[in-house]
């Protein structure tokens, strides 16, 4: 079973409903990291282009990506322009710590 990581960048404001879908959606857990940096959209009205955000990581297998994306894409936008991006990446080995057992 192959392991992806799915990676979004969305806005801090809509971060709790985010959240709040994937646990509906029973995804056992998430990374949230706070960045700033800019896209396509750039605030001109401020001498910081910088945006602040936050950015979702999560791994899951792949028969489950969907089931991450949907609830992601659900409730992270409000319809303006720098809602974020979702990106799916392939994960070649994942390992726990813990037991250091491989998860991939």
Not at 9 to 30: C, F, H, K, T
Not at 47 to 55: A, C, F, G, P, Y
């Amino acid at each position: 079973m192959k392991t992806k990581c799915v990676v979004a960048i969305i806005r801090e404001s809509q971060l709790n409903q985010v959240i709040e879908a994937l646990r509906d959606a029973s995804i056992p857990g998430v990374t949230v990291t706070r960045i700033r940096g800019y896209g396509e959209y750039v605030n001109t009205f401020t001498r910081d282009t910088l945006e602040e955000n936050v950015k979702l990581e999560i791994f899951v297998s792949e028969h489950e990506v969907n089931d991450v994306i949907n609830p992601i894409l659900n409730h992270a936008g409000t319809e303006s322009q720098g809602d974020g991006i979702v990106a799916v990446l392939d994960v070649d080995e994942l390992f726990r710590v813990r037991d250091r057992s491989s998860l991939s």
